[in-house]
């Protein structure tokens, strides 16, 4: 069989805003970012905030969509059925997915919910506690599973090489509840860690999307924070209060003691995988007054101590795998 040399293309497809978060965003980038020098990397988002281009332009192109439904049917106009395509949201339909095969791409998918059917090439699923049998899949359909396909930018990649270190109180906590924070949980965690002597400095992590007073004292805010500069405060903290979301996994890469909840329902089962896998510290539902008292909890008894965020599979091998993973793909066109 004669093997194409010519560089594959690569198409990246994933929104962000207020109702939606970053997530799907931000692990889409960091994907392409793992891929760029070896693929064609094209990335299509609905109307990019000054955020997401400048996050953008140091991978790979941007095309901007519509931001209303007829994003669909532009972003399948630009197929020409020789890329590889990676989805990443919950919106992209069994019947969605199909489309894009039919003009003859191979398709990714990144996360999998259990409740739809998946016609993809290749589902990519970040979680602890899911196998095949959870999901509705084609015969064909490759599943890969677990943390060691972390979906991680590249400054968290190189942070988790690093040693774990001591910590002591007080200690010096970053918050971050993702571009938008809907709920404000910013704002209720923050005044909870007021009250708490064991708590040093507080860093609040921002996006553009969050638009509620920033008004407390002796509170470092930081607002849409390169990868950079991102991974280098959550380093250099002690403990990181987190939904169970992309953030997440990126606290892990850097070993540091996490304490985690959920805020929407897709985020419960991530939860209690971490949990169950010792990973984190929980208090539950972050939006009910019961998860600010657990929150004290944790901090005043150090239970903390006893997780291993240290134990989790994110290595410095995953941009390899991935590597790996669409060569294959790529070959079998």
Same mark, same amino acid.
């Given at each position: ?34 891929? =760029? ?16 281009? =400048? ?28 890329? *590889? ?36 090439? *290749? ?18 359909? *490759? ?17 988790? *090489? ?59 805010? =930081? ?97 390899? =795998? ?12």
């Amino acid at each position: 069989m004669k093997i194409d040399t010519a560089i594959q293309k690569v198409f990246f497809r994933a929104d962000a805003g207020l109702q939606i978060g970053y997530g799907h965003f931000i692990r889409t980038l960091a994907l392409a970012d793992m891929l =760029r020098d070896d693929f064609d990397c094209t990335f299509f988002t609905q109307s990019p905030s000054e955020y997401q281009q =400048r996050e953008a332009e140091k991978v790979c192109p941007l095309v901007a969509l519509p931001s209303d439904d007829n994003k669909f049917e532009k972003f399948l106009d630009y197929l020409s059925g020789e890329e *590889i395509v990676v989805l990443d949201n919950y919106f992209f339909t069994t019947e969605y997915q199909q489309q894009i095969r039919e003009k003859g791409c191979k398709l990714v998918c990144l996360d999998g919910m259990t409740t739809k059917h998946y016609v993809s090439d *290749i589902l990519i699923n970040q979680s602890l506690d899911v196998s095949r049998p959870d999901f509705s899949l084609e015969e064909y359909t *490759i599943l890969n599973t677990g943390l060691q396909y972390a979906l991680l930018r590249k400054p968290f990649l190189n942070k988790s *090489i690093q040693p774990k270190r001591e910590i002591n109180p007080p200690f010096n906590i970053v918050i971050c509840f993702g571009g938008a924070d809907m709920y404000n949980l910013t704002d209720k965690v923050i005044s909870q860690l007021n009250e708490e002597k064991k708590v040093g400095n507080i860093t609040t992590i921002v996006g553009d999307a969050y638009h509620c007073s920033l008004s407390h004292q002796n509170v470092c805010y =930081r607002r849409n924070l390169s990868a950079e500069e991102m991974a280098d405060v959550i380093f250099k903290s002690d403990i990181a209060i987190l939904p169970s979301s992309t953030v997440l996994k990126e606290a892990l890469a850097c070993k540091i003691y996490i304490i985690s909840g959920y805020f929407v329902d897709n985020q419960i089962q991530t939860y209690n995988a971490y949990l169950d896998n010792n990973l984190i510290c929980g208090v539950g539902d972050f939006t009910v007054p019961a998860a600010m008292k657990k929150l004290s909890e944790i901090i005043n008894t150090g239970v903390f101590y006893s997780t291993k965020p240290e134990n989790c599979k994110i290595d410095g091998l995953i941009p390899q =795998r991935y590597i790996n993973m669409f060569k294959n793909l790529s070959i079998c066109k």
